[in-house]
């Protein structure tokens, strides 16, 4: 997939989110789909846009599957199913009819990093939120966010943010 293609696929969607989104600034996710699916159907869409977008239609079908054969609880409490997968990591899956011993170990620390990281996102996404909400509150006549980072924490499109403190 060649990053002008990449590019252009990206730019189509944001543009049609664009053009979907209400007032309110909010837009559905199945419309959006939908409406790029429409878009890459146009049949004077350049071909290597077309070629990158079956390449990523490719790649999400495969993660998708990945997805659906993770290994999950049964209702006989195992984790087991022949037909699921181990992701072994670098792109490496095993059926887990025929994982070894040292597949598993290696499923369970990738599974342990894993976990780490989803761990730290969240308290990050927590601190971000309890800040924000507090700000909401420190500045009642604020009504959205983007104003928000504006006016309490400095936000600039050249900068970023810089954290005012008390807040």
Not at 7 to 19: F, N
Not at 122 to 129: K, R, T, V
């Amino acid at each position: 997939m060649t990053a002008p293609a990449l590019i252009r696929l990206r730019g189509i969607v944001e543009q049609t989110a664009v053009d979907l989104t209400d007032a309110d600034g909010r837009f559905h996710r199945n419309r959006l789909t939908d409406a790029v699916r429409e878009q890459l159907a146009r049949d004077d869409l350049d071909p290597g846009v077309r070629a990158a977008a079956l390449d990523t239609l490719a790649q999400s079908l495969v993660t998708g599957f990945g997805e659906h054969r993770n290994p999950r609880r049964r209702r006989n409490g195992s984790l087991f199913h022949p037909q699921d997968i181990l992701k072994l990591g670098n792109g490496i899956w095993v059926w887990m009819d025929r994982a070894t011993d040292s597949d598993v170990l290696q499923w369970s620390r990738l599974s342990l990093r894993n976990r780490a990281r989803v761990d730290e996102a969240d308290s990050e996404i927590q601190e971000y939120a309890d800040l924000r909400a507090d700000a909401f509150r420190a500045y009642p006549d604020i009504v959205y966010l983007g104003e928000l980072e504006r006016v309490a924490f400095n936000w600039t499109e050249a900068g970023g943010q810089a954290h005012l403190p008390g807040l």
